[in-house]
């Protein structure tokens, strides 16, 4: 069974940075896509980042794009997400999620993924 744990959250001023981290367990890690996704109270779940198993390609929601930057370690089994200059708009639960099947779909929705992690609060205040 897989299973992920995200970590890393906090809280930080609008222009710092945080890094998330994603750890998973499970076999051939290196197949999996990995997806981090946010939410907010009576919000949808929104799909933030994705990194692809075949050959590391990155995807970014518009709203993040050039501020985040997503990277996976298959040594250690983990996945990063490293924000900068974040807002307070980018307050929210952060969730990490993989997919261990080949790439059908759409990163940024929610019945790509088949395991999700908890999440783990980031909060920029000004």
């Known amino acids: 069974e897989v299973q992920l744990q995200a970590s890393g959250g906090g809280s930080v001023q609008v222009g710092g940075s945080l890094k998330l981290s994603c750890a998973v367990s499970g076999h051939s890690f290196d197949e999996y896509i990995i997806g981090w996704f946010r939410q907010t109270p009576g919000n949808e779940r929104e799909g933030v980042s994705a990194?692809?198993?075949?050959?590391?390609?990155?995807y970014y929601a518009a709203s993040v794009k050039g501020r985040f930057t997503i990277s996976r370690d298959n040594a250690n089994k983990a996945v990063y997400l490293q924000m900068n200059s974040l807002k307070p708009e980018d307050t929210a639960v952060y969730y990490c999620?993989?997919?261990?099947?080949?790439?059908?779909?759409?990163?940024?929705?929610?019945?790509?993924?088949?395991?999700w992690g908890q999440g783990t609060l980031v909060t920029v205040s000004s």
């Open positions: 990194i692809s198993a075949v050959d590391d390609s990155t």
């Open positions: 999620a993989a997919r261990n099947r080949a790439w059908t779909g759409s990163w940024w929705e929610l019945g790509f993924y088949d395991y």
